[in-house]
């Protein structure tokens, strides 16, 4: 979708909603709005898309309470800021909004959580992510290596970028708002998705994009909206297989579900932030056992996460039932950089081509 | 102090008492205390204050603070063994007698006074006791201190205490100007009764055995007492004075065992009453509720006692953490040892999520609980007075009183809650809808949507509103009732509403406030409205139609 024609969306669905509250308050009724309960009780699996998506239990926001009533007069007013924003073609970082909410009296903002929040409403109930109402995330994106050429809109004119020959030893930054990122083309066999910047920087330094055409990407932690839409994008326009390498522990698997199967904050999003195809590449808890790798004890809380994680839908495959069961009987965890214990060449030379073999990648 | 207290009880009159605490030198203290009560005759003053376990009220059966004759003379002789100072003792019986001062000490091989100086002097109280104290201590529980003064105010609410520490001072002054009856003692009750206080008494009597227990115990008829006297196989007529401490014995036993029933409680107890109860706590805590209740009196072992609580919510109570709990016994503070106390326990024991008040053990919140025990003899864990014991009788009536305030405090706190709830939904449909309206009509760029009719359909009363734009004030006041209504508005600010569109019918200043009061006849489904220049603000009321069917809001807030 063009820049234009999201734009144009973005400002159909707001007129919408605000005509809906004048058309309302003109036939003498409060103003309300229907959103979907934005709770983990109200997920479901999607089997079109293969993705999580919120269920079809609502709620009905009525501005008969003052709290109430004082949410709706906020989302008024983003609805206001939004479409002057639109209209003058300019945009804004979420916690800019928050201090400009400053001079909205009633409807200012508490905390940045709540613009947050009511900006996630916006997007849900218009169908139009957060890019659209030019409304930019605080945090940059994480950075991506490899053999692809893409090009970027800047201000400066477009650019074609060689995310191997053009960019530093960093990489290409991904930009806080991929879609109108053009993927041109690729020499790629597969991307892999790491959750450190050292192990992202340990396969740079090792030469792993070359010998193995591989697409480097750093997650950064707990991946921003823009990485995992770009990873859906490269999955669903090149085909290519995605991995995903994290440390081997209860929370980074939760990296790789949210990268999979989408969050339970953006479930109304899942269809363009989930990369259902992606594969969890490491770190198995079968490999702490099978290299006798360095390791911690597992905490009561990390247990705690484990048996959580058994019981959750999204990790209900034999795969992960047998990696889960089988880490709680070791109670141990490893890093991803634990390899290092066996040198530095270890993950490029054995750990990688072995594990990507044994999933027929390579 | 309790001491003075019980001094004013017994004399009827109103307790104006005076503490002074002063440091002397490192770790010394010199502490006054000073009563306006019947004062004691010389002679008896110095066994009163210069021997241990003189105790004036030892063997008297009704409610008093102290008991035994140990608190002030063992303080004589704490002053006497760390500072060596003798204890002054002034006082008065009357107006025609003169004011007698002594120095006190204790000797302490024989535990009799040490008279040091005994001499008439000049005072200004007409009866009264002022003792003088010095001793080795510390300022560290003056927090305490203060906590112990304030409480006991709370319970004695007929007492004036002035308070001087160090170089501050303090005034705890009386709500009641009722001298509290004092209560009157009764003879001891057969259940009730311990071995050496009736060989005391038997020792003590010229009387036949059925005589002695008809006259000397409460309840106790002629039918009674030859079923006692059959039971502990004595004869009716032996001499008591006579009898061996074995066959004493058997007939404690026996009175013990026969039925007898409940002893009197009225004259012996002194509650405080509800009224009081309630006035001490608002004296002290400024509280948004507070209900008291007192129990009827009751009997454990042959001892009368009576239960009162009371329970506070709201206003400068601590919001967070646990209740505070105020425990009494014969209105004296427990100050220490709360844990281990009958009355604690019988609080955690009560469901207080029933009435709507968090728990955890005790409950929580800003909610202080008063607990008062009354008895001729209040059972408490050990002699230093801290805890009261776990009596079951006396647990079952602390529960009930407590559940029954409960009870009273969960209807105030729903009825407060749905009128907060009331005033919610008015604030949202006056003040928020309208600019909702306004921000929704400017995005859709059509003309201002007027939200009237959902106010009148919502809220179906008459609705005052008042809000500020460009220095000019208006006031607004919708009938959305289905009658006519005549009424006044009031309005109180720092404007004078000089050059308002419709003159205020009178209008008056007081410290730059001006109150303002319009009367006016609005019909049903109409609107008045006014508009002066100035800066808003103040408080805005109705007047003429009922709470219920009215709703101010200030929509600048």
Redesign the interface.
């Given at each position: 979708m063009s820049k234009e024609e999201l734009d144009a969306r973005a400002m159909k669905a707001l007129m919408g909603i605000a005509s809906a509250w004048y058309d309302q308050m003109k036939g003498g009724e409060i103003p309300s709005i229907s959103l979907p309960t934005r709770t983990k009780y109200n997920i479901e699996y999607d089997d079109a898309s293969e993705v999580w998506k919120y269920g079809d239990k609502e709620s009905l926001r009525t501005a008969a309470t003052a709290k109430t009533a004082t949410h709706l007069l906020k989302m008024a007013y983003v609805i206001g800021f939004v479409k002057t924003q639109l209209r003058e073609n300019r945009s804004s970082t979420l916690r800019e909004m928050y201090y400009i909410s400053e001079g909205w009296k009633r409807a200012k903002f508490g905390a940045q959580d709540e613009s947050n929040f009511l900006v996630e409403d916006l997007e849900i109930i218009s169908d139009v992510p957060r890019e659209g109402f030019h409304l930019r995330p605080e945090e940059n994106g994480a950075s991506v290596y490899g053999p692809m050429r893409i090009r970027e809109p800047t201000r400066r004119g477009p650019k074609l970028i060689h995310c191997q020959d053009d960019v530093g030893e960093a990489g290409y930054s991904i930009p806080n708002n991929v879609e109108n990122l053009e993927l041109v083309d690729h020499d790629a066999k597969f991307l892999i998705a790491m959750e450190t910047g050292g192990m992202y920087d340990r396969l740079i330094e090792n030469g792993f994009d070359e010998e193995y055409n591989a697409i480097l990407l750093h997650l950064k932690g707990q991946p921003a909206r823009s990485s995992r839409r770009l990873l859906n994008r490269i999955s669903q326009t090149w085909n290519l297989p995605i991995l995903v390498f994290t440390d081997g522990d209860p929370w980074s698997y939760r990296i790789y579900a949210s990268v999979a199967y989408g969050a339970i904050k953006s479930a109304h999003m899942s269809e363009l932030l989930a990369t259902p195809k992606a594969q969890f590449l490491g770190l198995q808890p079968s490999d702490i056992r099978d290299y006798n790798l360095p390791s911690d004890k597992l905490s009561d809380k990390d247990v705690e996460a484990l048996n959580a994680e058994l019981t959750d839908p999204r990790f209900a495959t034999e795969y992960w039932k047998k990696q889960i069961n089988l880490q709680l009987e070791l109670g141990l965890k490893s890093e991803q950089q634990a390899f290092a214990a066996r040198g530095l060449d270890f993950v490029t030379k054995k750990y990688l081509p072995a594990r990507l073999t044994e999933m027929g990648v390579i | 102090m309790d001491n003075a207290l019980d001094a004013c009880e017994e004399a009827q009159v109103l307790p104006d008492i005076y503490i002074s605490i002063k440091k002397t030198g490192p770790e010394m203290f010199r502490i006054i205390v000073e009563d306006n009560g019947p004062g004691i005759v010389p002679k008896q003053v110095p066994f009163v204050y210069g021997k241990l376990l003189y105790g004036s009220r030892f063997h008297q059966i009704r409610q008093t603070r102290g008991q035994q004759g140990i608190g002030i003379s063992a303080a004589v002789l704490y002053a006497q063994l760390t500072s060596g100072i003798p204890t002054v003792v002034i006082s008065r019986t009357g107006a025609k007698e003169p004011a007698h001062q002594f120095e006190i000490q204790i000797k302490i091989e024989t535990n009799e006074p040490d008279v040091i100086s005994d001499k008439v002097v000049e005072w200004d109280r007409i009866h009264g006791t002022r003792v003088q104290i010095e001793f080795k201590s510390t300022m560290s529980a003056k927090k305490k201190l203060l906590e112990y003064l304030k409480y006991t105010s709370v319970v004695n609410p007929h007492a004036r205490f002035r308070v001087e520490l160090d170089d501050e001072s303090f005034t705890f002054e009386r709500v009641s100007q009722e001298v509290i009856a004092c209560p009157v003692a009764i003879q001891p009750h057969p259940h009730g009764i311990e071995f050496g206080q009736l060989k005391r008494m038997a020792a003590a009597s010229d009387e036949k055995l059925l005589d002695f227990l008809v006259n000397g115990f409460s309840r106790v008829g002629k039918k009674t007492a030859q079923e006692m006297c059959d039971k502990a196989g004595l004869k009716a007529t032996v001499k008591v004075n006579g009898l061996p401490a074995e066959e004493l014995k058997n007939l404690l036993a026996a009175m013990q065992s026969v039925a007898v029933p409940a002893p009197p409680t009225t004259q012996c107890l002194s509650p405080i009453g509800e009224d009081l109860i309630r006035r001490g706590l608002d004296k002290e805590f400024q509280m948004d509720f507070v209900s008291a209740r007192t129990r009827p009196s009751s009997v454990y072992s042959g001892h009368p006692f009576v239960v009162e609580a009371a329970i506070g919510y709201g206003g400068r109570l601590e919001p967070e953490g646990n209740a505070i709990i105020l425990r009494f016994a014969n209105r004296v503070p427990l100050m220490y040892q709360q844990g281990a106390c009958a009355v604690t326990e019988c609080v955690s024991n009560v469901n207080w999520k029933a009435y709507n008040i968090s728990q955890q053990g005790l409950p929580l919140g800003p909610v202080l609980l008063l607990v008062h025990v009354a008895s001729t003899n209040v059972p408490f864990t050990s002699e230093s007075k801290d805890a009261i014991a776990s009596i079951p009788e006396i647990e079952k009536e602390i529960v009930l009183a407590l559940q029954d305030l409960g009870r009273e405090l969960k209807t105030f706190l729903s009825r407060r809650d749905r009128n907060k709830?009331a005033e919610?939904?008015a604030?949202?449909?006056c003040?928020?809808?309208p600019?909702?309206?306004a921000?929704?009509?400017?995005?859709?760029e059509?003309p201002l949507?007027d939200?009237t009719?959902?106010e009148g359909?919502?809220m179906k009363k008459l609705i005052a509103k008042k809000w500020t734009t460009d220095g000019n004030v208006t006031i607004e006041v919708n009938n959305y009732t289905s009658s006519d209504v005549e009424i006044s508005v009031y309005d109180i600010s720092a404007d004078n509403a000089a050059g308002a569109d419709m003159p205020p019918a009178f209008s008056t200043e007081m410290d730059g406030q001006f109150t303002k009061v319009w009367k006016m006849a609005i019909p049903k489904h109409t609107v008045w409205r006014v508009t002066y220049p100035g800066k808003g603000g103040g408080m805005l009321d109705i007047r003429g139609i009922e709470d219920n069917k009215k709703m101010v809001v200030d929509l600048d807030v």
């Open positions: - | 709830l919610d939904r604030r949202a449909v003040a928020v809808i600019e909702i309206a921000k929704v009509s400017e995005i859709v059509k949507v939200t009719p959902i359909r919502l």
